[in-house]
């Protein structure tokens, strides 16, 4: 059993707030509906926290996003981890890791179902769960926007 582990906050917008704290906008919470497919968001943003025991550090680490089809939507360069400091406090025995990755524009293809985020690392591959992406007619509807066949 793998003991490092990936969680992933999708939203439209991070922001820096004063006081180096971060806000979320538009956080993702049960999918991403639109009101058809294929369709263009102007941001879909990923905040990404990777963990390990101490005992196992990370020591490289790249992320990137994927669609269903495997294309890749955006991705960060690999970078290599500072050592953990030999003189830890007492109690902490799990490595954090965060990120965030920003895609502007994103392009979602007619057959796209979901996006997903990877993190690959010197050893292993972390993979988070699904951000599944619903065409929904009905928004059309309700938003008073007609669709033409020409």
């Not at 971060?22 to 956080?27: A, K, W």
């Not at 500072?82 to 109690?91: E, F, T």
Request: glycine fraction near 6%.
């Amino acid at each position: 059993m793998n003991a490092r582990t990936l969680s992933v906050t999708w939203c439209d917008d991070i922001r820096h707030e004063v006081g180096n704290k971060l806000s979320f906008m538009g956080v993702y919470t049960g999918g991403l509906v639109v009101p058809t497919l294929p369709t263009t968001l102007p941001r879909l943003c990923a905040w990404f926290t990777a963990t390990a025991p101490v005992s196992e550090p990370f020591n490289r680490i790249a992320a990137k996003i994927i669609r269903d089809d495997g294309f890749i939507l955006g991705h960060t360069p690999e970078v290599k981890v500072q050592p953990l400091p030999s003189n830890l406090p007492d109690g902490r025995n799990i490595q954090s890791l965060n990120g965030g990755l920003f895609i502007s524009p994103l392009d979602l293809v007619e057959k796209c179902r979901y996006v997903q985020l990877i993190v690959t690392t010197e050893s292993d591959e972390l993979t988070s769960a699904k951000l599944w992406i619903e065409a929904n007619p009905e928004l059309l509807k309700q938003s008073g926007v007609q669709l033409v066949n020409w």
